[in-house]
């Protein structure tokens, strides 16, 4: 079977998609990689070679002074806690709705399913919302960045589908073992959906970590701010980070810049953390919530 | 007869439901939540065609009609919304859409299984940033104060571009956000397709003497033509939605002109200046014509022949 025959506008096309996906690959990136050496950089440098991958003066000053200011410590603080606490609500909520609808002999069932994905097309919106939130006295609280997001619908679905595939005989081999449908979930169905949790685990976490517009509608006290909002009073804002820390006058201005490049790294790090991790999963996971059930 | 049957039945449902009991008390919290946060804000709709004053509440505002929507037809701004929001859908149409398509199709034709898995994991990573993140490099290589590319462009030209508080470089910058953000994430769907064809059909194609230009017009594009009308019709859904973060983010004043959108109009009037009913209205409004855009595609997609959503 020698080499396939290959013409000469083959090749050439070839050559050219191996040059265009690896920069295609590389613009993906290359924002992340600036901004991260521009943290180690002084002002003084960034502002004379605006291009550069290696800081000829290696500064940290820009991450101590971000770890020595008590607002940004805070609101990193806040996006952990939401993060943290949200995505177990997420877990309880999703996973509590999607196991009985899983079941096709359940009463209700479909009328329930149409309930959820009517959702889907329509909602109250952005003003009837908040109303209900304020109702709800949820203002200002950071319950109002985890209740209101409690389950994706969407999310539900592609889980209460994987439910759906596992084979039928698990539940009546259990039953005659004498479990009941809370020992039956608990100990046989979770376990054997670990890949499906894990991939569902890391989007939640990462949609709380990343949530912006929930805390900008909800949350106006600025010592309850999540890392994004404060993010955008910095970069965006050019609130100086002097203004928002509570430390001495006396204390000398940090350098600009790199701040605002150091907060980006900060805001971005925990993502490109579990990123490896949701890799494995998230392929699959996207996956399975195209199969019809 | 009649009305036994009707009694066994009944029994027999109670009996499912005793059975049954431990999932219902399972569907408990989800139910509630669904209740709270989708249905009753449903119910909060009305209050577009009422005066709401927040210290008589909801029940003891006066009804005023259709009213709140003619003072929004007759507004300039409904113009002004109306074709910010078209004009940055149809650009998102013409330049994102189809971008996910081209890449998959290009990565799809790359041999060396290493590569393409690289260049993979490469292009997701943006999907995974958030909004403000994406804002903030924006602004941090494109502000005039020693931004990388103005810095660039001073050095070559000897001029800078104030691109963020140019109206003229907004859509460009919120598409090719859109695009480094999304684009990569898109493909998984269409790789997946591109997974399923047959290979067989290939080899017999490749018998025939078919280039592989060909190949990609009569086998690979016809075999993923369903998976292409589905997203699409999911994007006509959603045409009045341009992303309120985005947008929010990255308008100004200088800039407003052409970026402000329905969602992001809501948010000023209601949030920010407590016109609870007017903005209701606008944001009804939007949600209206999203739902019939959807069912309209969906409807033409079946009438053309494709399987649609449902």
Request: with cysteine; hydrophobic share 50%; aromatic share 14%.
């Amino acid at each position: 079977m020698g080499k396939q025959y290959r013409s000469t506008s083959e090749k050439i096309f070839d050559a050219f998609n191996y040059v265009f996906l690896a920069l295609f690959g590389l613009l993906a990136i290359l924002p992340f990689i600036f901004v991260i050496s521009g943290s180690f950089a002084t002002d003084a440098e960034i502002t004379k070679r605006a291009v550069f991958l290696i800081p000829k003066t290696f500064s940290l000053d820009a991450y101590k002074f971000i770890f020595s200011t008590d607002t940004i410590m805070r609101s990193i603080g806040v996006s952990i806690y939401v993060t943290v606490i949200g995505t177990i609500v997420n877990l309880f909520f999703t996973v509590t709705m999607a196991y009985p609808m899983a079941r096709r002999n359940l009463m209700g069932r479909n009328m329930i399913l149409n309930l959820v994905i009517f959702t889907m097309l329509f909602g109250g919106g952005m003003i009837p919302t908040y109303l209900v939130i304020r109702e709800l006295h949820l203002l200002d609280s950071l319950n109002s960045l985890i209740l209101p997001g409690a389950i994706s619908a969407f999310n539900l679905i592609i889980v209460k589908n994987f439910f759906q595939e596992l084979p039928p005989g698990l539940e009546e081999a259990a039953k005659i073992d004498g479990c009941n449908e809370l020992s039956l979930l608990w100990k046989i169905v979770l376990p054997l959906s670990k890949p499906v949790l894990a991939t569902f685990t890391l989007f939640y976490a990462v949609g709380h970590w990343n949530n912006f517009f929930s805390a900008l509608l909800y949350i106006n006290d600025p010592s309850k701010w999540p890392l994004q909002v404060m993010l955008r009073q910095i970069v965006m804002l050019s609130q100086s980070a002097g203004d928002l820390s509570s430390m001495d006058p006396t204390f000398v201005q940090p350098p600009e810049q790199s701040i605002k490049m150091a907060v980006i790294v900060v805001g971005t790090i925990p993502i490109l953390c579990v990123y490896p991790f949701l890799q494995k999963h998230f392929a699959k996971g996207v996956l399975l919530g195209s199969i019809k059930g | 007869m009649r009305k036994q049957a009707l009694r066994a039945e009944r029994e027999t449902r109670w009996k499912r439901l005793k059975r049954d009991k431990w999932l219902y008390i399972l569907l408990l919290p989800g139910l509630l939540y669904f209740l709270i946060f989708k249905y009753v804000p449903m119910w909060g709709i009305l209050l577009a065609f009422k005066n709401y004053q927040p210290f008589i509440g909801f029940w003891k505002s006066e009804w005023v009609g259709f009213e709140h929507f003619k003072v929004f037809f007759q507004n300039p701004d409904f113009f002004m919304l109306l074709r910010n929001t078209l004009v940055l859908s149809l650009y998102n149409l013409i330049f994102f859409f189809p971008a996910p398509i081209i890449l998959a199709l290009l990565l799809n034709e790359i041999r060396r299984a290493l590569f393409k898995r690289t260049i993979q994991t490469l292009i997701y990573v943006p999907h995974f940033i958030s909004m403000v993140i994406v804002a903030s490099l924006t602004y941090v290589f494109l502000t005039t104060e020693g931004g990388m590319v103005n810095e660039f462009l001073y050095a070559f030209t000897g001029r800078k571009i104030d691109f963020l508080a140019s109206p003229d470089w907004f859509r460009p910058l919120i598409i090719i956000q859109t695009i480094w953000k999304e684009c990569g994430w898109g493909t998984i769907i269409f790789l997946a397709a591109l997974a399923g064809v047959d290979v067989e059909q290939y080899e017999a194609a490749i018998v025939d003497g078919a280039s592989r230009w060909r190949q990609l017009w009569h086998i690979t594009l016809p075999s993923i033509r369903s998976t292409i009308v589905i997203l699409l019709i999911l994007r006509m859904g959603t045409i009045l939605d341009n992303g309120f973060e985005q947008i929010y983010l990255m308008m100004n004043a200088l800039n407003r002109e052409v970026a402000e959108v329905f969602d992001t109009y809501v948010y000023a009037l209601g949030i920010t200046q407590g016109a609870f009913s007017y903005s209701t209205a606008v944001g009804l409004f939007k949600s209206v014509i999203g739902v019939i855009l959807v069912l309209g595609s969906n409807w033409l997609a079946k009438k053309s022949g494709e399987s649609g959503l449902y």
